[in-house]
């Protein structure tokens, strides 16, 4: 059971996030985002360690992105990474206590509407899946480098000839939504063999 977070006032919860290597440490880590006491424009990051069994502020009150995502934290490369839907990603480096911005991924020309399918590890790799446009066959695979300077388009995936060859088995209609477009449901799955 995790200690209360301490506080002046109401606090309100943005984001909790673990992080854990066990092949490291037996210790893991918490990051909290919350509100912060200085103004209702910043966040506070709170990291709690089961080493000394306490939570403490790490760096100073913050300011992101409105649309930042710190719900769905991601642990790779020794820190917490955050995606918004509009691209803009922050991460913050556990050891070294240091928020810093990830670049954003690479918008297809002529597609401003990007879709955030899938954020995460797989393969000891931090992969950024997003589709585009109004067809939702189509979407990129990107991998962000170790040291953080760009995103790698890994893969280019079109289902659109799967919904040909077979669209009662491999792809579900949508018609939830009335459009001149038909949309798809399909689940992308993060499957590393070696």
């Known amino acids: 059971m995790l200690p209360r977070l301490s506080s002046e006032g109401p606090i309100t919860i943005f984001g909790l996030s673990l992080a854990f290597e066990p092949t490291e440490s037996p210790y893991y880590h918490v990051v909290c985002v919350r509100s912060s006491d200085v103004s209702d424009y910043f966040y506070q990051l709170e990291v709690y360690s089961s080493e000394t069994r306490a939570w403490r502020p790490r760096i100073s009150p913050f300011v992101a992105q409105s649309d930042m995502v710190f719900d769905n934290g991601v642990f790779w490369n020794g820190g917490i990474h955050w995606l918004s839907p509009s ?108």
């Open 87 to 194: 691209g803009a990603g922050l991460c913050f480096d556990i050891e070294e206590e240091i928020l810093g911005v990830m670049p954003s991924a690479p918008v297809s020309e002529g597609c401003a509407d990007r879709r955030p399918g899938y954020f995460g590890t797989s393969g000891g790799h931090l992969h950024l899946v997003e589709a585009y446009g109004s067809w939702t066959t189509r979407f990129k695979i990107f991998e962000m480098e170790r040291d953080y300077t760009r995103w790698l388009v890994k893969y280019e995936v079109d289902l659109g000839q799967l919904v040909v060859d077979f669209p009662e088995t491999v792809l579900i209609r949508d018609f939830i939504i009335k459009s001149e477009y038909t949309n798809y449901a399909y689940m992308v799955s993060t499957a590393y063999n070696g």
